[in-house]
Nanobody
Framework: QVQLVESGGGLVQAGGSLRLSCAAS????????MSWYRQAPGKQRELVAT?????????PDSVKGRFTIYRYRDSAINTVYLQMGSLKPEDTAVYYC?????????WGKGTQVTVSS
């Protein structure tokens, strides 16, 4: 089982930056896939970034070039980060950390990001 705890959300002005963190309860280098999703009020949850165990990353067009998912090479740091830049009001949402590991889905409780215009 994997526990996930997100942090780093908050209120930021349009054009600003935030870094989200997702702390996992196991070695993240052994996890198949880690992702960030977001869900705005009245909308479906959507994928914003993915990193695989081999370090490959992927983003939807809506955030490509503005968001970066990364982790440090130090395997003792079981945290994945989402660096968000050039934030827009439409980026306002609850951001969730997601793990797919050994055929099981795990979700964190989410962290609120609010971008003011």
């Amino acid at each position: 089982q994997v526990q996930l705890v997100e942090s780093g959300g908050g209120l930021v002005q349009a054009g600003g930056s935030l870094r989200l963190s997702c702390a996992a309860s196991k070695n993240i280098f052994s996890i198949d896939t880690m992702s960030w999703y977001r869900q705005a009020p009245g909308k479906q949850r959507e994928l914003v970034a993915t990193i695989t165990s081999s370090g490959d990353t992927d983003y939807p067009d809506s955030v490509k070039g503005r968001f970066t998912i990364y982790r440090y090479r130090d395997s003792a740091i079981n945290t994945v980060y989402l660096q968000m830049g050039s934030l827009k009001p439409e980026d306002t949402a609850v951001y969730y950390c997601y793990v797919f590991d050994h055929f099981v889905n795990y979700w964190g409780k989410g962290t609120q990001v609010t971008v003011s215009s």
